[in-house]
């Protein structure tokens, strides 16, 4: 047999399903509401501030683990916001995105063998994430309407060999938010096996109807084993920049910054000073930015309601996750490609979010980080669907 061939890690998981629907959207003119990308523009002054950097000829490596400036901003920020001490030196490493700033974590604490719980609906790369770094996963399924977790299914998820808990919150599909109690439950299980909480939380901004975010680092006894991932992307709508960062306990910032460095050294440098400038933004542009994203969460759940979409309403983040069985289509993946050739409009199958892909097949997710006229052209589009759901089947 030819060695000219892809690694046995490669192949355990196919080419992710969300970027293949916004190529599909593409080659059909549809509109997209599959990737998660706004398509508005990003605040002026955190553009201008990019542009000062490279006018100021900021062009060469920035220290591989993120430039000074950048470093203290985000520790300065996370400690105003939560009360919790970070000392940029020890514990801040700078990545490509939080895409990077996830994987360089998880090669940097799993040995092949370690257990990792990973809640399910889960984010498309959690998967490969795992694969890539030896990780056996664990799944625990958040259960719609309200996606919440059987605590005893949670308890029986954790072992010995487990390493760790990949958390997102607030979370992308479903739009939960954990809540304090879930928190504390999880890090009780944590403190007991003595296992590190890994928690994505790059939508902390994007979150509604009075709800607060809670980092689990915050919870009492997690500080010292929680990595906080978070990004520039979705809270200053600069997802092609690709600046996130880890804040790690400081016995781990050591592993992380390594493999960080042999990925890929470092962050774009003019990008990072601009992210010094987004960090300073006044207190009005979040207030602002949950409201936009409410109002849009408001239109479009009522689009997708009126074209008889069951829809779960989210607490936080941009996406809303919906039933289909309505349409009658065999399975979720016929449905999306249905919906992109013919309807023109671009949606997530939700198996793409289940390691039990027959828990999706129902399901789908849009997103709303989009204009009006882009909500309102979805709208127009998905009129067509009227006969497809009223028809007897
Ligand atoms: C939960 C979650 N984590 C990470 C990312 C990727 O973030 P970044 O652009 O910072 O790599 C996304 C993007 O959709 C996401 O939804």
Same mark, same amino acid.
């Given at each position: 047999m030819s060695k000219l061939t892809g690694s046995k890690k490669a192949t355990q998981f196919t080419e992710s399903v969300i970027r293949e629907m916004t190529r599909l959207n593409q080659l059909h003119g549809g509109?997209?509401?599959s990737q998660?990308?706004?398509?508005?523009?990003?605040?002026?002054?955190v553009k201008e501030a990019a542009c000062a950097a490279i006018r100021a000829d900021v062009n060469q490596y920035a220290v591989t683990w993120g430039a000074r400036g950048l470093r203290e901003a985000i520790a300065r920020d996370f400690e105003q916001r939560h009360g919790l001490r970070i000392v940029p030196d020890e514990q801040v490493t700078v990545c490509c995105g939080a895409t990077e700033a996830m994987m360089a974590t998880m090669m940097g604490v799993i040995d092949p063998g370690d257990e990792v719980v990973i809640f399910e609906p889960f984010y498309e790369n959690y998967g490969p994430d795992a694969i890539l770094s030896g990780a056996?996963?664990?799944?625990?399924?958040?259960?719609?309407?309200?996606?919440t977790f059987d605590p005893d299914e949670l308890a029986a998820a954790f072992n010995n060999r487990t390493k760790a808990i990949i958390l997102n919150t607030p979370n992308n599909p479903t739009g939960k938010v954990f809540s304090r109690e879930e928190l504390e439950a999880i890090a009780a299980l944590c403190r007991k096996w003595d296992v590190?909480?890994?928690?994505?939380?790059?939508?902390?901004?994007?979150?509604y109807d009075g709800r607060r975010h809670i980092p689990i680092a915050t919870v009492e006894g997690m500080a010292d084993r929680t990595v906080t991932i978070n990004s520039l992307s979705k809270t200053y709508s600069v997802t092609g920049w690709r600046v996130g960062w880890t804040i790690s306990p400081p016995a781990l910032t050591g592993a992380i910054r390594k493999v960080h460095d042999f990925l890929t050294v470092?962050?774009?440098?003019?990008?990072?000073?601009?992210?010094?400038?987004?960090?300073?933004t006044p207190e009005s542009y979040y207030i602002e930015l949950a409201e936009g994203y409410r109002r849009r969460r408001d239109r479009l759940m009522d689009i997708l309601e009126r074209h008889h979409f069951?829809?779960? +309403?989210?607490?936080?983040?941009?996406?809303?996750?919906?039933?289909?069985?309505?349409?009658?289509?065999?399975? @979720?993946? $016929?449905?999306?490609r249905y919906l992109v050739k013919d309807i023109g409009v671009a949606a997530v199958p939700g198996s793409s979010f289940?390691?039990? +892909?027959a828990s999706g097949r129902t399901k789908l997710r849009f997103c709303f980080c989009k204009?009006?006229?882009?909500? @309102?052209? $979805?709208d127009r589009r998905l009129a067509k669907l009227q006969n497809l759901a009223t028809a007897p089947k």
């Amino acid at each position: 047999m030819s060695k000219l061939t892809g690694s046995k890690k490669a192949t355990q998981f196919t080419e992710s399903v969300i970027r293949e629907m916004t190529r599909l959207n593409q080659l059909h003119g549809g509109v997209n509401l599959s990737q998660g990308f706004p398509d508005f523009p990003a605040p002026a002054a955190v553009k201008e501030a990019a542009c000062a950097a490279i006018r100021a000829d900021v062009n060469q490596y920035a220290v591989t683990w993120g430039a000074r400036g950048l470093r203290e901003a985000i520790a300065r920020d996370f400690e105003q916001r939560h009360g919790l001490r970070i000392v940029p030196d020890e514990q801040v490493t700078v990545c490509c995105g939080a895409t990077e700033a996830m994987m360089a974590t998880m090669m940097g604490v799993i040995d092949p063998g370690d257990e990792v719980v990973i809640f399910e609906p889960f984010y498309e790369n959690y998967g490969p994430d795992a694969i890539l770094s030896g990780a056996t996963p664990r799944y625990v399924t958040l259960r719609e309407p309200s996606w919440t977790f059987d605590p005893d299914e949670l308890a029986a998820a954790f072992n010995n060999r487990t390493k760790a808990i990949i958390l997102n919150t607030p979370n992308n599909p479903t739009g939960k938010v954990f809540s304090r109690e879930e928190l504390e439950a999880i890090a009780a299980l944590c403190r007991k096996w003595d296992v590190l909480a890994i928690s994505d939380e790059i939508y902390e901004h994007i979150i509604y109807d009075g709800r607060r975010h809670i980092p689990i680092a915050t919870v009492e006894g997690m500080a010292d084993r929680t990595v906080t991932i978070n990004s520039l992307s979705k809270t200053y709508s600069v997802t092609g920049w690709r600046v996130g960062w880890t804040i790690s306990p400081p016995a781990l910032t050591g592993a992380i910054r390594k493999v960080h460095d042999f990925l890929t050294v470092g962050a774009a440098a003019p990008l990072q000073e601009a992210g010094v400038a987004a960090l300073a933004t006044p207190e009005s542009y979040y207030i602002e930015l949950a409201e936009g994203y409410r109002r849009r969460r408001d239109r479009l759940m009522d689009i997708l309601e009126r074209h008889h979409f069951t829809c779960y +309403q989210p607490g936080g983040a941009y996406y809303i996750m919906t039933d289909i069985r309505v349409f009658g289509f065999a399975n @979720d993946v $016929a449905f999306a490609r249905y919906l992109v050739k013919d309807i023109g409009v671009a949606a997530v199958p939700g198996s793409s979010f289940y390691r039990d +892909q027959a828990s999706g097949r129902t399901k789908l997710r849009f997103c709303f980080c989009k204009r009006d006229e882009t909500l @309102d052209e $979805a709208d127009r589009r998905l009129a067509k669907l009227q006969n497809l759901a009223t028809a007897p089947k």
